[in-house]
C-alpha cells in the first residue's frame, strides 16, 4: 500500500524525519518496503516554488513562439521570464521555481539566464514539469485569490514522500491511510484528528410506478392451402415382373430356334 506522508500529516502531527518514522513503524506494526520521493526534492529547496502574478506579457521580441513576461513573486521587483506557453496573458496566478530551485527528478537545477537575448529570471510551471499530471500544453493557471508569493507547498503538492508499506495479514486494521494514522498517534502518543464526516449522497429518486403488462389477443394467423400431393406409385411385386421378363426371353429364343430350323430345311431340299 502506498501512503503519501502528507495525507498521513492531515490527521496527525509528527516532526521525526520520514526515515526516522519508516524505522519505527517496521519495529512495531508493518513492514516498509522503500520511502520514494515524488515530485520535487523537499526541504529548503521548496522554498523557490511560489505562487507568481503575471503583470505584463507579450511576445519576445526575438522569437515568435516566445512570450516575455513580467511576474511579482512577493520579493520585491517583478522578475523577467520568458515562457514558450500562450494561454494565459497578464493578471494570470501562475506557478514559478525561481533560479536555485531543483526540478522533480534532481537532475535539473533552474538558473538565470538568457534566452534569445531576454534575461529568463525563472521558469513559469505546466502540471507535467511538477509531475501532477500529464498536461504540457500549456503553463498551469491556479485561482485568483492566491496571492503572489505564497510558497507552492502550501497550494498544491509539490513534492511528497511515498512510504510503501506491506501490512501483515494479522493487522487489517493497517490497511487504510487512517488506520496508519492512528497507529503513528499510538506509537508517538500524538493527537489524532477525527476522520472527515461521510459526504452526504443526494436522495435517490422514488421509484417509479411499474405500468401492469398489456394481455391482448394474438394475432390471427392465416395459412395458405397446401399444395395437392403427387400420387405416389402403387409398390410393384418386383419378383412377378422378373419372372414375366423371363418368360418373354424364353419364348423369344425359342421363336428364334423355329425360325433357324425351317430356314435349313428349306437349303436341304
Not at 75 to 83: D, F, L, W
Not at 121 to 145: A, F, K, Y
Not at 163 to 170: D, G, R, S
Amino acid at each position: 500500500m502506498k501512503v503519501p506522508v502528507s495525507w498521513l500529516r492531515e490527521y496527525v502531527d509528527f516532526d521525526l524525519p520520514v526515515e526516522e518514522l519508516a524505522r519505527q513503524l517496521v519495529f512495531t506494526s508493518c513492514e516498509v518496503d522503500r520511502i520514494v520521493r515524488q515530485g520535487a526534492p523537499g526541504g529548503d529547496n521548496l522554498e523557490h516554488f511560489v505562487v507568481g502574478k503575471v503583470l505584463e506579457a507579450g511576445k519576445h521580441p526575438n522569437a515568435d513562439k516566445l512570450q516575455l513576461t513580467k511576474v511579482d513573486v512577493g520579493s520585491g521587483e517583478p522578475r523577467s521570464i520568458v515562457c514558450g506557453a500562450w494561454n494565459f496573458g497578464a493578471g494570470a496566478t501562475v506557478a514559478v521555481v525561481l533560479p536555485g530551485g531543483v526540478m522533480p527528478g534532481g537532475e535539473f537545477t533552474i538558473e538565470r539566464r538568457k534566452l534569445r537575448g531576454e534575461v529568463s529570471d525563472g521558469m513559469i510551471l505546466s502540471e507535467r514539469e511538477l509531475e501532477l499530471g500529464q498536461d504540457h500544453g500549456g503553463i498551469m493557471v491556479l485561482p485568483d485569490s492566491l496571492e503572489a508569493g505564497t510558497p507552492l507547498a502550501d497550494v498544491l503538492p509539490v513534492g511528497d514522500d511515498i512510504l510503501e508499506i506491506e501490512t501483515l495479514y494479522n493487522r487489517p486494521d493497517l490497511t487504510s491511510i487512517y488506520g496508519i494514522a492512528r497507529e503513528v498517534s499510538a506509537l508517538l502518543g500524538t493527537e489524532l484528528r477525527p476522520m472527515p464526516e461521510p459526504v452526504a449522497l443526494a436522495p435517490a429518486p422514488p421509484p417509479q410506478p411499474v405500468p401492469a403488462p398489456r394481455h391482448e389477443e394474438p394475432a390471427a394467423v392465416i395459412l395458405a392451402p397446401a399444395a395437392p400431393a403427387t400420387p405416389a406409385r402403387p409398390a410393384t411385386d418386383m419378383g412377378a415382373e422378373r419372372a414375366e421378363v423371363n418368360r418373354i426371353v424364353a419364348l423369344a429364343g425359342i421363336a428364334t430356334l423355329v425360325i433357324l430350323g425351317a430356314g435349313i430345311l428349306l437349303l436341304g431340299r
